[in-house]
């Protein structure tokens, strides 16, 4: 234990800082108070967590009725509320300590995927002083968990590519399955792993990459089944959720019909919806026709859908955690929403952004510049990795699967659902940080040697 803490004591004092943020956070949301909490926190897809773990304690197991939340979240509330009484607190307590890993699980992808102890433990500081994980951690809702699995998931792919052993590729489909069965987000994600690994043979080992790639897909498809098979034996459709086809149509769709027409999501709805799912009991029957509905009306605005859906993609990388801070810090602010501002152009949005920082204490500009810091150091992260065969395909893995997120969430896009792709980015940005310091040392070690 002691030459662990002497090897990587950097880092551990880079996760005390983390948990000093995050509690400060938890302490501010007063946990002692119950019933304020449940009253401020227990809303929209909270509220619907809350209410499936409360029916799996008192039933003994998931509701049959439930076919839009997958299982894991739910299943880890419910763990916690048995153990501890039914406290809220204690969830949110428990998803602070499980984002100080993946403060360590950051450092540990930093130095897995760049061989550098010092890339790590920037990349393990970027993510300690990042303040939309912190939010969430205060949140019920399915970020934290879903993040912590998924870079445990992508930390041993990384490490299956290098050894190209079919057990490694397993245990990592079998870690996006499970992250899968907390958010659905990451059910197309294994179809880029599998090209990425096929992509490594090509340095000579074709036959174990394709092996490989084959093992993941299959290591997924296995985890998720029982889920499957449960939905079609309860609806006879094997499938994952109904969550897809309706956040499609009731979302992705009617929003950009809401945008392009200049009316509410609600009159965009009825007009392409209307009466065509009523009677239809069965949600996956409802799939369908919400699909029909929603890709008709895809096919006949494809301008219109594709800018709201780069709107909304940009929207997950522009947004900062100032409105989650201030929520957070200064109870009654209504400056938080999640309603995606299509309307709003990025200079309308820069412009509010300086307007408001004096009543925002400067936090919006502040975010906003070290979000851009970070970005742009990305940039250099790849500049500097692209002689390196093995560490580009790492690199080009991480920031495809960063694209891939913010893409899925598409027109509905907000900034909750960059905090997955935050240690991935990180780990790349971290690298353009640590070159930096790296060529200012070099620099003052050949003016040492002339002096």
């Known amino acids: ?39 401020n926190l227990l809303i929209t897809d909270a509220k619907g967590y809350h209410q499936i773990a409360l029916e799996i304690l008192s039933c003994g197991g998931y509701p049959s009725s439930e076919t839009f939340r997958t299982p894991v979240y739910p299943l880890f509330v419910a763990m916690m509320y048995s153990l501890f009484a039914g406290k809220l607190a204690a969830v949110l307590l428990l998803q602070v300590l499980l984002d100080v890993v993946v403060v360590f699980l950051t450092y540990l992808l930093g130095m897995e995927v760049f061989e550098s102890r010092g890339t790590g433990q920037v990349a393990g500081f970027l993510y300690a002083i990042s303040l939309l994980p912190p939010y969430f951690c205060t949140r019920l809702r399915t970020e934290i968990l879903f993040t912590l699995i998924l870079v445990i998931g992508v930390l041993i792919f990384v490490k299956a590519l290098k050894v190209l052993r079919p057990w490694t590729f397993a245990l990592a489909g079998l870690l996006i399955g499970v992250a899968t069965l907390v958010k659905p987000a990451t059910l197309l994600l294994p179809v880029l792993m599998g090209a990425v690994a096929v992509w490594q043979g090509r340095g000579g080992r074709p036959r174990r990459a394709v092996i490989g790639a084959v093992v993941l897909l299959a290591a997924f498809a296995v985890t998720i089944s029982p889920w499957q098979f449960r939905n079609y034996r309860l609806y006879g459709h094997y499938a994952l959720s109904s969550i897809q086809s ?35 009991t069965n949600p996956f029957d409802q799939g369908p026709i919400l699909n029909r509905i929603a890709f008709e009306y895809i096919r006949t605005h494809v301008a219109d859908y594709i800018y709201c859906h780069m709107k909304g993609t940009m929207n997950v990388f522009l947004g900062t955690a100032k409105g989650g801070v201030l929520k957070t810090f200064r109870p009654g602010w209504e400056g938080w929403s999640e309603d995606v501002p299509l309307a709003e152009t990025t200079w309308a949005r820069t412009a509010r952004l300086l307007r408001s920082a004096r009543e925002e204490y400067f936090l919006g500009p502040l975010l906003a510049t070290k979000q851009l810091i970070e970005y742009a150091f990305v940039i250099v992260g790849c500049v500097v990795v692209f002689h390196s065969r093995e560490k580009r395909l790492y690199v080009v893995f991480l920031i495809l699967a960063t694209l891939y997120f913010a893409g899925v969430s598409g027109v509905i896009g907000h900034a909750r659902y960059k905090v997955p792709t935050i240690p991935l980015y990180l780990a790349v940005s971290a690298r353009g940080f640590f070159e930096i310091f790296e060529v200012r040392k070099r620099r003052r070690r050949r003016a040492g040697s002339t002096d």
């Open 1 to 39: 234990m002691r030459r662990f803490v002497v090897r990587h004591k950097v880092i551990l004092l880079i996760c005390l800082l983390a948990l000093v943020i995050r509690v400060a956070f938890f302490l501010a949301l007063q946990p002692w108070d119950e019933e304020g909490l449940k009253e």
């Open 246 to 280: 309706t956040n499609m149509c009731y979302w992705s769709v009617a929003m950009t019909k809401a945008h392009t027409e200049g009316t509410s999501r609600e009159e965009a709805l009825e007009e392409l919806v209307g009466t065509s799912v009523e009677g239809i």
